[in-house]
């Protein structure tokens, strides 16, 4: 199209071909970050017209790199769990009239824990806690890379990790428990990494990829231990670009 259409339309275009053609219950974080470019904050109240903020970040300038782990398990039979995960949150908020997490109350949800396990699994409710704290963290950590306090961004990302495993649960499938290659690839980083930099699941998880804050002066070790683990190529050490979807262009 020339390059007019906005970030936001193409990742809700790309949401379209995954909910309809390919049968995911995709929503549209990771579309429009890839679509936006850059760190961004998105808000997405209004789906049909999400708030995006950017924020200009060099997390080299703080001393960190961020690698990417590919821990080679396969998204082709999760679709199950991944649909789960709206699907639960969603018969939550329908207890409270909602049609999503966003319009209950917080404090109205946990007084409604007892009452909501007659209607709810356990599992349900944990992963609504998750939804209220991520949804505090993301601003917090916003601020924190607006403000430049990596430290502060860093420990968001370790606990956002640790509700991600305990409350959203999405670390493996609970239909193959004994394959839990992320699970493994995190314990190992957290051990190599002693404390430094951040480590968590990346992406919708169950399987795949994590990602790890990972200090300069340890990325050779990192990765070389990383890919001792999974394979040869499996981490990806990256940098963020500033911008998203554009057509790259020769000029002669």
């Given at each position: 199209n020339d390059g007019a259409m906005t970030p936001?339309?193409?990742?809700?275009?790309?949401?379209?071909?995954?909910?309809?053609?390919?049968?995911?219950?995709?929503?549209?974080?990771?579309?429009?970050?890839?679509a936006s470019g850059g760190v961004v904050y998105v808000d997405f109240q209004d789906t049909t017209s999400p708030k995006v903020t950017?924020?200009?970040?060099?997390?080299?300038r703080y001393g960190y790199a961020?690698?990417?782990?590919?821990?080679?398990?396969?998204?082709?039979?999760?679709?199950?769990?991944?649909?789960?995960?709206p699907t639960e949150m969603r018969q939550v908020a329908a207890q409270f009239g909602q049609t999503e997490l966003r319009g209950v109350s917080e404090e109205a949800f946990y007084a409604a824990i007892p009452q909501l396990r007659r209607s709810c699994s356990d599992r349900a409710i944990l992963r609504a806690m998750h939804f209220f704290a991520e949804n505090r963290r993301a601003?917090?950590?916003?601020?924190?890379?607006?403000s430049g306090?990596?430290?502060?961004?860093l420990t968001l990302v370790q606990e956002s990790g640790a509700s991600s495993a305990e409350l959203l649960q999405n670390l493996y499938s609970a239909s193959k428990p004994t394959a839990q290659e992320i699970p493994l690839a995190i314990a190992v980083s957290k051990r190599l990494l002693a404390g430094a930099g951040a480590v968590r699941v990346h992406g919708g998880g169950f399987a795949g990829t994590i990602q790890?804050?990972?200090?300069?002066?340890?990325?050779?070790?990192?990765?070389?231990?990383?890919?001792?683990?999974?394979?040869?190529?499996?981490?990806?050490?990256?940098?963020?670009?500033?911008?998203?979807g554009v057509e790259m262009k020769e000029e002669l």
């Open positions: 936001v339309a193409l990742a809700q275009a790309g949401q379209y071909a995954e909910n309809i053609y390919y049968g995911k219950q995709s929503g549209l974080m990771d579309q429009t970050a890839c950017a924020h200009a970040v060099d997390f080299a961020i690698c990417i782990t590919d821990t080679k398990g396969s998204h082709a039979d999760l679709t199950d769990d991944y649909t789960a995960i601003g917090a950590q916003a601020q924190a890379l607006e306090d990596m430290a502060q961004f790890a804050f990972v200090p300069l002066a340890q990325v050779a070790m990192y990765t070389k231990a990383m890919e001792q683990l999974f394979g040869e190529g499996s981490c990806y050490v990256l940098r963020i670009r500033p911008v998203g």
